[in-house]
């Protein structure tokens, strides 16, 4: 396990939150949290295995929230000083006292233990930022080398983060956390007979370390190799004929059908109207809550802060709170929400579950989503077998381009790669596939979930929320699943994407 870095333990955390919420104490705040975050990312690009573009940003800074009289303030700083961090603790109490006479809720928050010096680190082995920079670009270049020779051109990159914060707040709760993340990507183009078709790595982000482009969680050359020949079938695929069919489809697609229509629609905030940024409000409103048929009887649906490797991760949220997993969806019906400390009191929910988040020291903690990830069945069948259950129908594999609406209720899916089943065998690759549905048709249609060795923990870096707007990193695991009698489109034929 790694340790938290000594140079961002060198910084005056402790004095600076001290002088903070003292004098939020002294104004007479009814509470004050402080939080003192270095974020760190490096992207890199490169074009046919030649470097594109570096960047390298590196975010230090620190906020003060309040609630005093029943109303939030909030601002934020950049100097290391006490006296300075007084400061913010005083403009974050005048934004209070400002909005005081325009709030019509009193701000309240769900009791949370204390806890007092707790320390968490994510788990990887590979610091990125301490592997040079021209090797992970040699690394990029040598496996772009690999796929030129069998397509026009190719496209790489590789996202790394590594984000470190400290929180404290007048309640006595102090933490010091660190977590690494990266996303690698390699896009193969082939243009042929006036066709144009790309390939993409099915590696997911995840929460680990350099040593996952090495040999750790992903077999990124198996994968590298296969790639030219799925490109070569695709060229040659026919067009799907629109219509009624069985699905089974893989955890490299299925994983952001669960961030839209499941992630999103089970933020409290969104389904109490308090949200509508980005992805708009809910059909899953508070009234549902344990009543809604949400799908078909083997559909669980869990949040989880603690997952291991996942994007959402973390040992104590931007509130303090200790992060759990907990139920969303069990045996097909509505079973809770993603909540943070004021909407769990709000609605007599006890305690938060830990979703609140901020992407920055300069922003403001909201209810951000958890690792919400579809249960896999136990001794469940492979994806084989779940083929092997259909006489016509369709695998999909690998995510792309997706549409839904601002209640979370109508969507439309494409995909990587489509697969036609005949007879329970897979008959070659078909082309502008989009299956569409209502969320509770399709969930309500899924008639069998995989065993354990088909989940994979998928997800993004880039999940957007908020006004102004911030963005989370989160993953979603799933198993392969069956779901019967979906609409497929052409998407060509239909004018969609």
């Known amino acids: 396990m790694r340790q938290i870095d000594s140079d961002f333990l060198a910084l005056p955390l402790r004095q600076l939150a001290d002088a903070a919420l003292q004098r939020a104490r002294d104004l007479g705040a009814e509470h004050a949290d402080f939080r003192l975050e270095r974020v760190r990312a490096e992207t890199l690009r490169l074009y046919d295995a030649r470097l594109e573009g570096s ?29 300075a961090a007084e400061k913010v603790a005083e403009q974050a109490v005048e934004v209070a006292v400002v909005a005081a006479p325009v709030n019509r809720e009193p701000i309240e928050l769900a009791p949370e233990p204390v806890h007092a010096d707790a320390t968490w680190v994510s788990a990887y082995e590979v610091d990125p930022f301490e592997v040079a920079l021209k090797d992970k670009v040699a690394l990029l270049a040598d496996w772009s080398g690999g796929l030129l020779g069998h397509a026009d051109h190719v496209q790489a990159s590789l996202m790394q983060v590594k984000e470190q914060k ?11 956390q660190q977590r690494v993340r990266l996303h690698p990507v ?40 296969r790639i030219p020949g799925y490109l070569e079938e695709k060229l ?81 949220d931007d509130e303090g709170v200790a992060t759990r997993r907990f139920d969303i969806v069990s045996g097909g019906i509505l079973a809770g929400y993603q909540l943070d400390r004021r909407m769990a009191l709000m609605k007599g929910l006890g305690r938060s579950n830990g979703c609140a988040f901020a992407d920055s020291p300069g922003h403001m903690p909201i209810q ?25 129908g369709i695998y999909v594999v690998g995510d792309k381009s997706w549409s839904i609406d601002m209640q979370r209720y109508n969507f439309q899916f494409t995909g990587q790669r489509f697969y036609r089943i005949t007879g329970g065998r897979l008959d070659g690759q078909l082309r502008d596939v989009a ?25 993004a870096f880039n999940c957007g929320k908020g006004q102004p707007g911030q963005v989370a990193p989160v993953s979603h695991g799933c198993p392969s699943a069956l779901f019967r009698g979906v609409r497929i489109l052409n998407t060509v034929q239909e004018g969609g994407k």
């Open 435 to 459: 299956y569409q549905a209502t969320t509770t048709d399709f969930w309500r249609s899924m008639e069998a979930v995989g065993g354990p060795q088909t989940y994979v923990l998928g997800g």
């Open 166 to 176: 400290f929180y404290a707040d007048t309640a006595g709760t102090s933490t010091t």
């Open 368 to 392: 951000r989503m958890a690792n919400v990830s579809l249960q896999p069945a136990e001794n469940g069948p492979s994806t084989e077998e779940l083929i092997a259950g259909v006489e016509r």
């Open 186 to 225: 390699l896009n193969a183009i082939k243009i042929a007979d006036g066709r144009f078709e790309e390939m993409r790595t099915l590696a997911p982000p995840a929460g680990r370390g350099y040593e996952y482009l090495t040999g750790t969680g992903w077999d990124f050359p198996a994968e590298l190799a």
């Open 55 to 83: 960047i390298d940003a590196d975010d230090l800074g620190y906020a003060v929230r309040v609630v005093k009289n029943g109303t939030w303030g909030f601002a934020a700083g950049i100097e290391l000083t006490p006296e």
């Open 236 to 316: 040659r695929a026919p067009s799907v004929e629109a219509g009624a069919y069985d699905l089974v489809i893989d955890p490299s697609n299925l994983w952001l059908t669960i961030h839209e229509s499941i992630g999103h629609a089970t933020e409290l905030d969104r389904a109490l109207g308090y949200e509508a940024a980005y992805a708009g409000t809910s059909f899953a409103t508070f009234d549902k809550l344990g009543e809604l048929v949400y799908g078909s009887p083997v559909m669980n649906v869990t949040g989880d802060r603690t997952a291991e490797h996942g994007l959402a991760t973390i040992g104590f």
